[in-house]
């Protein structure tokens, strides 16, 4: 299994609302990562997590909450959004190497999120 | 700064032309070097990647890219593009020592005409 799902594909909520994101891996990737994608843009990489902890955080504001509850899942807890929090959430995850090697990050589609 | 330049944000090709994209990177420690394409709502596909050796590199669909470390470089051809080729092209880099972490250029869109 070489793939990265995402759940769900599209997400439509409001400024008060509480979602959360979910991206799941059986590839025995121990790295896992959240980018953000406004349209027209590269992706924004948000946070890492390798071996379940959080070891990356972009400066990303804390109405974005990851969690990475297992070495297959990682999720991304939404709350008080505001509209130009709308983008494609794209998750991604790899293998861990040593610091002179490069470990391939494999994506997955996405959840394209509305915020109203 | 280390920093990734697609020197085109739009490329518009007929089918069966040749196509070329072009990226250059700035850096002072060595690289890795990535091709990614986006087709419309989907996510990243790796097209092809330089860690090391030769530095003609050949990926899917008929791409290749080479890398030119003097003029910090790694433009991305295809001799004869189709249709289902029109999409968004990233170029990324990976900084050695830098871990897993990628930059990536703005994007290339390559709009295919029949």
């Known amino acids: 299994d070489t793939e990265v799902t995402q759940t769900p594909k599209h997400l439509v909520m409001g400024m008060t609302n509480k979602k959360s994101l979910k991206c799941e891996q059986h590839?025995?990737?121990?790295?896992m990562y959240w980018y953000k994608q406004k349209a027209k843009k590269p992706p924004e990489l948000m946070f890492v997590?390798?071996?379940?902890?959080?070891?990356i955080n972009e400066s990303v504001p804390s109405r974005f909450s990851p969690e990475c509850p297992n070495s297959s899942l990682l999720n991304l807890h939404l709350h008080a959004l505001q509209p130009e929090d709308s983008a494609l959430y794209l998750c991604?995850?790899?293998?861990?190497?040593?610091?002179?090697?490069?470990?391939?990050?494999?994506f997955g589609p996405g959840t394209r999120l509305t915020v109203l | 700064a280390q920093s990734v330049t697609q020197l085109d944000s739009q490329v518009p090709v007929f089918e069966e032309a040749p196509v070329e994209l072009r990226c250059n990177y700035s850096?002072?420690?060595?690289?890795?070097l990535f091709w990614y394409v986006q087709y419309p709502n989907q996510g990243l596909q790796l097209l092809l990647k330089?860690?090391?050796?030769?530095?003609l590199v050949k990926g899917i669909n008929g791409f290749e890219a080479e890398f030119n470390k003097s003029q910090t470089s790694f433009h991305l051809r295809k001799p004869s593009v189709h249709i289902s080729d029109t999409a968004e092209y990233f170029c990324?880099?990976?900084?050695?020592?830098?871990?897993?972490?990628?930059?990536f250029g703005g994007g290339t869109r390559v709009l295919v005409k029949p």
């Open positions: 850096s002072s420690v060595s690289v890795y």
């Open positions: 991604a995850s790899s293998h861990i190497g040593g610091t002179s090697s490069y470990n391939e990050q494999f």
């Open positions: 590839m025995g990737h121990r790295a």
């Open positions: 330089y860690l090391s050796g030769s530095t």
């Open positions: 997590y390798s071996y379940e902890k959080l070891s």
């Open positions: 990324a880099v990976s900084f050695k020592a830098a871990g897993n972490k990628l930059t």
